[in-house]
């Protein structure tokens, strides 16, 4: 089914997708024109490329994502260092559902590539179920693991016939988006699939 993306704030970048293809980028109006049986999905904010994140085996095998239904016990929010790993030795199996809560966690923040040699099945899998692309890490850290890392990784532009992949963020353009960060995501686009929507 064509689908054709536009933000609020790029409406000159907006891109029409096939399948798991981008068929076209350009400005809405004429992409509108030329696919008018195409469905449009409007969001607030920029449409970019999408982010990589260097920090895939910190945020995938070195933290434990709790399950909602373990609030009482572990909380809401990641568990990192010895806790997380004493969590994984008392359960091996909690290691593929916090990896795919994880990768979750990373569509949300508008993540469509992660880095970093990742050496467990359970996270692969989850990466590989996600559609994320596993790039090179950086030689350099920017600095402690973050679903927001500074700086903001971005991926090269959507093209016609690559993959359509990519991310929106309510922000006013990409100066904001580096100072409010991966947060102010409200929706991911991998392999063409709408894998996160901000409620």
């Keep these: 089914m064509l689908t054709i993306h536009v ?5 000159e970048l907006a891109v029409l997708i ?5 068929a076209a980028v350009g400005p809405y109006e004429e992409l509108a024109a030329a696919r008018p049986q195409a469905r449009v999905r409007r969001w607030p904010g920029i449409l970019t ?3 990589l994140n260097p920090y895939g085996p910190e945020l995938l095998e070195g933290t434990y994502h709790p399950d909602p239904r373990e609030v009482d016990e572990f909380g809401t929010e990641p568990i990192t260092g010895e806790r997380a790993q004493e ?6 199996s909690r290691r593929g559902a916090s990896a795919r809560r994880g ?5 949300a923040h508008g993540t469509v590539a992660v880095a970093g040699e990742l050496r467990g099945r359970p996270a692969l899998d989850a990466v590989r179920r996600a559609g994320l692309v596993v790039g090179a890490r950086p030689a350099r850290l920017p ?7 500074v700086p903001l990784v971005l991926l090269p532009s959507p093209v016609p016939g690559g993959p359509a992949r990519f991310a929106v963020f309510d922000v006013a353009d ?3 988006l580096v100072r409010a960060g991966a947060s102010t995501c ?5 392999g063409g699939r709408l894998v996160h929507r901000r409620r």
Excluded: C, H, K, N
């Design 103 to 107: 990768v979750q966690r990373l569509l």
């Design 186 to 190: 409200v929706a991911t686009v991998v």
């Design 174 to 176: 990409r100066a904001e």
């Design 18 to 22: 096939d399948g798991p293809l981008v």
């Design 49 to 51: 490329p999408g982010l």
């Design 143 to 149: 600095g402690p693991p973050s679903f927001s890392p």
């Design 87 to 92: 969590i994984f030795r008392a359960d091996a």
């Design 7 to 11: 933000a609020e704030a790029t409406p």
